[in-house]
Nanobody, 125 residues
């Protein structure tokens, strides 16, 4: 069973940056597609970014394209989300998720098998 623990959230002013980390336990991390999702108050959880097992393929939601970068370090069992030029509308709880045994980056929640507990990101205007 893989467990995911996010960190790095916090309060930042608009235009600022944050880097989220997601540390994974378990041997299957290096072969798993990983993704970041977010959920703002009163809204459904939405896909933010995804990365394939070796980091060579990434995919982003239009809302964050050009501002956020997903990466991974399989030696450290960690996936990252670098968030630049943050906007108030980026305020949400950010979740890390893993897709076991697949090679395609998926954008739907139901396609992911395990989840972290989330980390709060608040962007003030």
């Amino acid at each position: 069973q893989v467990q995911l623990v996010e960190s790095g959230g916090g309060l930042v002013q608009a235009g600022g940056s944050l880097r989220l980390s997601c540390a994974a336990s378990g041997r299957t991390f290096s072969s798993a597609v990983m993704g970041w999702f977010r959920q703002a108050p009163g809204k459904a959880r939405e896909f933010v970014a995804g990365i394939n097992w070796n980091g060579y393929s990434t995919y982003y939601a239009d809302a964050v394209k050009g501002r956020f970068t997903i990466s991974r370090d399989n030696a450290k069992n960690t996936v990252y989300l670098q968030m630049n030029s943050l906007k108030p509308e980026d305020t949400a709880v950010y979740y890390c998720a893993g897709r076991r045994g697949k090679i395609i980056i998926a954008t739907m929640e139901l396609d992911y098998d395990y989840w972290g507990q989330g980390t709060q990101v608040t962007v003030s205007s």
